[in-house]
Nanobody, 119 residues
């Protein structure tokens, strides 16, 4: 079992940057692929990006490419989401999630952290 706790959300002006963290507790964090998702008010949850267990491969939604970067530190049981050039439409609750490769379903989810981008 894995417990995930996100942090780092807050209020930022458009064009600014934030780095979100997701700390994992439990066994074998380095065995899990980690994903970031977000849900804006009144919208469905959408995929942001993910990183494989060994951190040698990342994948992003098209709208996030070039602005968002997912990284991880397996020694610290932490995954990060660096967000640059933020836009008001990036306002959402951001969630991290974990799954075992090659499963398609993310089994473990954090509680989310709020990000608000002001114009």
């Amino acid at each position: 079992q894995l417990q995930l706790v996100e942090s780092g959300g807050g209020l930022v002006q458009a064009g600014g940057s934030l780095r979100l963290s997701c700390a994992a507790s439990g066994r074998a964090f380095s065995s899990y692929a980690m994903g970031w998702f977000r849900q804006a008010p009144g919208k469905e949850r959408e995929f942001v990006g993910r990183i494989l267990p060994t951190a040698d491969s990342t994948y992003y939604a098209d709208s996030m490419k070039g602005r968002f970067t997912v990284s991880r530190d397996n020694a610290k049981n932490t995954v990060y989401l660096q967000m640059n050039s933020l836009k008001p439409e990036d306002t959402a609750v951001y969630y991290c999630a974990a799954k075992l490769v090659p499963q398609n379903i993310y089994n473990y989810w954090g509680q989310g952290t709020h990000v608000t981008v002001s114009s």
